[in-house]
């Protein structure tokens, strides 16, 4: 009887302090779909505040490096609770924070084992208390084939402290990565998250659910799924990462994965049953447009020819006649680059907030150092080569192509601007009526790979120098 109203008085506590949240931003690039980026953008890139975000050392394959701020994708959540705005945001510095949206203090920071990269989704669970999904590295500590790797864990939202944490073990794939950089898409009760040993997994989050193991509280595994073929292995080098994070469209879940194959997944037979091979890296999510296609990027390695933007029908066949069209990017021509060329982050659309006599258009930063703005919907009369130089695709019409450093950032369409960051800074464009995009102003706040959020008038964005920052009109 005394546990019983124990828990009762732990649930109504938890439902009087969160009854008034509202979720702003909950997932990686806003929703299910991966296309809504905020609202309310500003006219200008004046310097609200920012917040130190701190440095960590992490391990790149035997060598030890140490990490500022923030990286890929790194997109802060927003929650209003009780009118007041806060933010949910992992750092390199090994620390997922709540932070205040108006001035940027910590209100409290959970600390992880390794670098988060990724981005938090959030999730309310049957007792009703809002849980942050949250994955980083491996451990600092931990080779990856050790039997102690927790990179996924649940978060309280109010108070910072953990419910559980899911393991992964590196030994039942191919893959050489133990990390976690994905946001998982929630869909009711049930979790799918790619690892990046090359698996996409399904599990239930409930903590009450969990089973205790040793130390910790983990969720039972429902399902897994290999996301590359045998033959994939020598290909890529055992380079089966999937970094990319689930999108939706009906009873299908699409999944980009670094062994060159978009999976769709069948949420009603639980198998994957289409598959679209390129054969390329591919680290971006695939965004999902108005008339129900996907655009996937490509990044220019193992291929051939140039990487690029793929879209796709999958409402047809997983072959060439899916393709609705393929724009190819450049390549970095600098000695030593870290990318080749193509396309790392996620393309996006103007699909939810465009003024309705402008053109639908998709957006991509890319390892050529340009904004390439395209009219996602209308073909051009030009025919190209696909990335394994097999196949000749249309193109789609190019509204612009702006330069703004090379990048690995995902740009975002709010209203009538586009936001675009890059190793050199952050540009802010405006996009008339009829879709000519121009440059509004740029502003140099150091190396950054995070993607951003935007939200009245204020954009809040990360950066590889060791701050978050909170740009936008004064």
């Not at 969160?18 to 609202?39: A, C, F, M, P, V």
């Amino acid at each position: 009887m005394k546990k019983t109203f124990i828990l009762l008085l732990i649930f109504l506590s938890l439902l009087f302090a969160q009854k008034d949240l509202r979720l702003i931003n909950s997932t990686y690039l806003g929703n299910e779909k991966r296309n809504y980026y905020g609202k309310n953008a500003p006219d200008s890139l004046n310097l609200i505040w920012k917040s130190y975000l701190g440095e960590a050392i992490t391990r790149v394959g035997q060598k030890e490096r140490v990490w500022k701020g923030s990286g890929w994708t790194g997109q802060p959540l927003m929650v209003e609770e009780s009118a007041k705005r806060y933010l949910i945001h992992g750092s390199l510095s090994h620390y997922l924070r709540k932070i205040d949206a108006e001035n940027g203090e910590i209100i409290w920071e959970h600390k992880f084992d390794d670098a988060i990269k990724g981005t938090p989704a959030l999730w309310q669970s049957p007792q009703g208390e809002w849980l942050i999904l949250q994955g980083s590295r491996r451990g600092v500590k931990n080779s990856t084939w050790s039997s102690k790797i927790y990179p996924f864990r649940a978060i309280s939202y109010q108070e910072g402290e953990e419910r559980w944490r899911y393991r992964v073990k590196r030994g039942s794939t191919s893959s050489y990565s133990a990390d976690v950089d994905a946001t998982p898409l929630i869909i009711k009760d049930t979790v799918y998250l790619p690892l990046e040993i090359g698996e996409l997994v399904v599990f239930d989050p409930d903590p009450e659910k969990a089973e205790i193991h040793g130390d910790y509280a983990i969720p039972k595994t429902l399902e897994k799924h290999k996301l590359y073929h045998s033959d994939d292995k020598i290909k890529h080098g055992y380079n089966l990462v999937t970094e990319s994070s689930p999108s939706r469209i009906g009873d299908h879940i699409y999944i980009s994965s670094g062994s060159g194959h978009v999976y769709g997944y069948n949420l009603k037979t639980r198998e994957i049953d289409w598959d679209f091979f390129t054969g390329a890296d591919m680290d971006g999510s695939a965004t999902v447009t108005y008339d129900n296609c996907i655009l996937v990027t490509v990044e220019k390695e193992y291929i051939d020819g140039e990487g690029g933007v793929f879209k796709l029908d999958p409402s047809k066949p997983a072959d060439s006649s899916c393709v609705v069209w393929y724009y190819p990017t450049g390549n970095d021509e600098r000695e030593g680059a870290t990318w080749e060329g193509g396309v790392i982050g996620t393309a996006s659309v103007n699909d939810l907030t465009k003024d309705p006599e402008a053109p639908y258009l998709a957006a991509v930063s890319a390892i050529d150092g340009y904004l390439h703005v395209l009219i996602h919907d209308k073909l051009d009369t030009i025919i190209t080569y696909g990335p394994n130089l097999k196949h000749r695709y249309p193109q789609p019409k190019r509204k612009a192509k702006h330069w703004i450093s090379q990048s690995i950032s995902t740009p975002i369409f709010v209203d009538d601007k586009i936001v675009a960051a890059s190793y050199s800074g952050v540009s802010l464009f405006k996009v008339s009526k009829s879709g000519r995009v121009s440059k509004i102003q740029r502003r140099y706040i150091g190396g950054v790979e995070s993607t951003p959020f935007v939200y009245n008038r204020r954009i809040y964005i990360g950066s590889r120098d060791g701050y978050l920052y909170c740009l936008g009109d004064e």
